[in-house]
């Protein structure tokens, strides 16, 4: 983009400034990069409060804390033009930030894991070039001071790769804490829901425990029970209904519950018996009846999700 960022730096002093140079403010003045600097901080500023807008206790102390953790340093300054009407200059340098080994290392795992993405590979796309823990591009800008001297005013582009860089990586730095704790607290959620379906599933398993019984008491049984055919109809009706809920949820609520989902298949086919299960009758459709008031407890839970 072409858009430009006037920054006004006050009350910097000239304090070595004598009456013989009052106008002669060079590119290379450390006040020209102490400007710069301002001005780049300031523009990653701006794009740190647009990307952590979402968490509302993020307080511009925390930004600007966060982002003073990166060393921006500038060097091979050099003056591209002088205005001859005028005291602007037009200047580049190679600026570069400085991120602490560890740091870097702690976020790009965090982003690897919480977003599946590579940092170096964003960084990169920021055109900035990595020397160790040292991240640098080369920056064209403009200076010019007041009449006085004691102000001078650096334009350069809103979106620069320094900028850019610095923000991204303060984002990640404010956000890493707030997702771990959002993961914390799926994953309790997550346990108190096995921990529940645990409990449902061992009073189902002492309900629907299948001990031998006499031939007469199995005859018996077989009069009052439903039939094996009936049984295995009654089951199928319900598993296809759980299969349409489970589709109904979504990806999202299908990436999240796949985990606690496989688990309660287990836990169902250890409890009931697989659908392959051999034996009597009468044990086949206590398997199925077990298998069907499970599964109808699991639509239940899956339509509240």
């Known amino acids: 983009m072409n858009n430009k960022l006037t920054i006004i730096s006050l009350a910097l002093l000239l304090a070595s400034c004598d009456s013989k140079n009052t106008n002669t403010i060079e590119c290379s003045s450390d006040i020209s990069s102490q400007t710069l600097t301002e001005s780049l901080k300031k523009s990653a500023l701006e794009q740190i409060s ?3 807008s979402k968490y509302e206790d993020v307080t511009n102390a925390i930004k600007r804390s966060t982002l003073d953790k990166i060393i921006f340093d500038i060097k091979d300054i050099t003056t591209t033009s002088k205005d001859p009407n005028s005291s602007m200059r037009t ?3 190679t600026v570069g930030i400085k991120i602490e080994p560890e ?23 920021f055109n900035l070039e990595r020397n160790a823990n040292i991240f640098s591009t080369r920056i064209d800008y403009t200076i010019q001071p007041t009449d006085d001297n004691k102000t001078i005013f650096v334009k350069t582009s809103i979106n620069n790769s320094i900028s850019s860089g610095s923000a991204f990586i303060s984002t990640l730095a404010i956000v890493k804490p707030y997702r771990e704790q959002e993961r914390l607290l799926l994953e309790k959620k997550n346990q108190e829901k ?3 379906q645990a409990q449902a599933q061992a009073q189902a398993q002492a309900q629907y425990k299948i001990e031998p019984q006499d031939p007469a008491l199995q005859r018996d049984n077989q009069l009052s029970n439903p039939s094996l055919t009936d049984s295995r109809d009654n ?8 299969s349409d809920v489970w589709h109904s949820l979504g990806q999202e609520k299908q990436k999240r519950l796949i985990t606690v989902q496989r ?3 287990k836990n169902k086919e250890a409890i009931c018996g697989k659908i392959s299960i051999k034996g009597t009758d009468q044990e086949v459709i206590k398997m199925f009846k077990c298998q069907y008031d499970m599964t109808k407890i699991r639509i239940s839970e899956l339509m509240t999700e």
Do not use: G, H, P
């Open 50 to 52: 647009e990307q952590t």
């Open 194 to 196: 096995i921990q529940a």
């Open 263 to 265: 688990q309660w298949i």
């Open 91 to 93: 200047c580049s340098a």
């Open 103 to 125: 740091q870097y290392s702690e976020l790009s795992d965090f982003y690897r894991l919480n977003y599946n993405k590579n940092l170096d590979k964003v960084m990169e796309r």
């Open 235 to 242: 089951f199928m009706a319900i598993d296809k209904k759980l």
